[in-house]
């Protein structure tokens, strides 16, 4: 898609390093989305020069860039981050966004987003029941589930999870099987007793572990 979304463009903010080899790249490419108007304000600092905006938001690496509310990291050419510019006016936008860090092994940032938004859940338990979600984000997904263990966030998408242990997936009806006893929430046993008697075979052992740690 060429044209900008029809939304209000987002805004971009850079962080990049003196030495970096791939941030006059990024920065280039940003500066053609300002141009273009995919993005509406474009803001770049060199972190050797500001080291404290960069401890304030967490950036240990460059060239590091956030257009809208999506921090993205490393190389990206400037057909991705225009992509990114329209997701940022998305429905959609953050799940493909929760999946690119997911898929890249990056877990602290989701997982951060998903403890301070409860729209971030809604988006990764749609990633978690996407059939073409690919295994390292699945990964990713059981990561942060672990990682929420006996929080009130996981307490409270029992119902949800609940109602996944009957998804036609068996993969599905497991793991939110097991996402139901990380929960610390009583009311999970109701949805993992049935699971006992599932017809997959793996589904049943995890609802058997699952009882014994629940």
Known sequence: MDEPDTNTPPDALML????????????????ALLDSGHISKLE?????????????LGVRTVPWVRIGSFELEGLRSEKEL??????????TGLSHWLDDMLSSGNISKPLERVKSEPEAM????ELFTDPDTQLNTRIGISAIME???????????????????????ARVRGDACH?????????????IKPLLNDKDDNVREIAR???ETN
């Open 179 to 191: 996402y139901l006893s990380l929960s610390g929430n009583p009311q999970a046993t109701v949805f």
């Open 122 to 125: 809604d988006a990764l338990l």
């Open 82 to 91: 225009r992509e990114w510019a329209e997701k940022a006016g998305s429905e």
């Open 16 to 31: 990049m390093g003196t030495h970096c080899p791939y941030c006059p790249t990024v920065l280039k490419a940003l500066q």
């Open 44 to 56: 770049y600092h060199n972190i050797e020069e500001h080291p404290e905006l960069a401890r304030e």
């Open 147 to 169: 990682g929420l263990k006996d929080t009130d966030i996981l307490g409270a998408i029992v119902a949800q999870l609940g109602e996944l242990t009957r998804h036609e997936d």
């Open 209 to 211: 572990e699952s009882l």
